[in-house]
C-alpha cells in the first residue's frame, strides 16, 4: 500500500512569509494527525482529524497556525506568519481508528 | 500517560541480535507497550506493540515483564539499515494521537 505522502519535502522561507503543507494519508485511514517535531526531540502532537473534523487541536498555536481537512482525506497545515522559531520538522500521520500510526517522512521547514 | 525510561544510546555488531529494553514502571493495566523507530530524515516507523504477552512479528519481539514495569525490543538479526532511534512508549491504544515519545535510544549497528 502507499504510505503518507508529504509535501514538500523541505521548505526554506523568510520570517513573516506564509507558508502551508500537504498530507495525503494512506487509503481509508480516516484519522489523521500532524505533528511537530523539532531537532534532537520526539514527535509532539499538534492537531488531530476524525474524517473532515478536528477533535483536538489544543496543542494548535491558533494565532498563527490553522488546519483544514475539507473532504476528510488529504489535509493542509498552515503557518500566517511564520517565525524563526517555527525551523522544525513538520510531520503527518493517519491511522483507521485505534490501529498503529503511520508516518509520512514529514516537511523540514526552515524560517531565516 | 505512563512515563518510559531507555538509555541515550546503544551500538549493536551487524548480524547480531539488539536488545532495547525499556522501563515503565508506571504502567497502567489498559496501557499497551509501543515501539517506534526514527531512521535518519523519515518520519517513526512503528514496529509492534503488546499488552501483556510477548508479541513477535516480521520485525522484532517484544518481551514483556509478568509485572509490566518493563520491556525489552529484541531485533533477531540487526542490520545497518536498523541504525536508527527507537522509541518506547506507554500509551491506551492510540491516546489519540498524543503519544509521548521521549528522548528514546540511538542504536547504531556497526559492520
Known amino acids: 500500500e502507499a504510505g503518507v505522502v508529504q509535501s514538500p519535502r523541505y521548505k526554506i522561507i523568510e520570517k513573516k512569509q506564509p507558508v502551508a503543507f500537504w498530507c495525503n494519508p494512506i487509503s481509508g485511514h480516516n484519522t489523521l494527525y500532524w505533528y511537530l517535531q523539532n531537532l534532537g526531540q520526539g514527535p509532539e502532537l499538534l492537531i488531530r482529524y476524525e474524517n473532515e473534523e478536528a477533535v483536538d487541536d489544543s496543542q494548535l498555536p491558533k494565532d498563527r497556525f490553522s488546519a483544514e481537512r475539507l473532504k476528510g482525506v488529504d489535509s493542509t497545515l498552515k503557518i500566517q506568519p511564520a517565525e524563526l522559531g517555527d525551523s522544525a520538522v513538520y510531520l503527518c500521520?493517519?491511522?483507521?481508528?485505534?490501529?498503529?500510526?503511520?508516518f509520512g517522512n514529514g516537511t523540514r521547514l526552515t524560517v531565516t | 500517560d505512563a512515563k518510559t525510561t531507555q538509555p541515550p544510546s546503544m551500538d549493536c555488531a551487524e548480524g547480531r541480535a539488539a536488545n532495547l529494553p525499556c522501563n515503565h514502571s508506571t504502567i497502567s493495566g489498559n496501557e499497551y507497550v509501543y515501539w517506534y523507530r526514527q531512521i535518519h530524515s523519515q518520519g517513526p516507523q512503528y514496529i509492534i506493540h503488546?499488552?501483556?504477552n510477548n508479541e513477535t512479528n516480521e520485525m522484532a519481539s517484544l518481551i514483556i515483564t509478568e509485572d509490566r514495569k518493563s520491556s525489552t525490543l529484541i531485533l533477531p538479526h540487526a542490520t545497518l539499515r536498523d541504525t536508527a532511534v527507537y522509541y518506547c512508549i506507554v500509551s491506551r491504544n492510540n491516546q489519540g494521537g498524543k503519544l509521548i515519545f521521549g528522548q528514546g535510544t540511538e542504536l547504531s549497528v556497526k559492520p
Open positions: 503488546g499488552l501483556k
Open positions: 500521520a493517519s491511522s483507521l481508528g485505534n490501529s498503529p500510526l503511520h
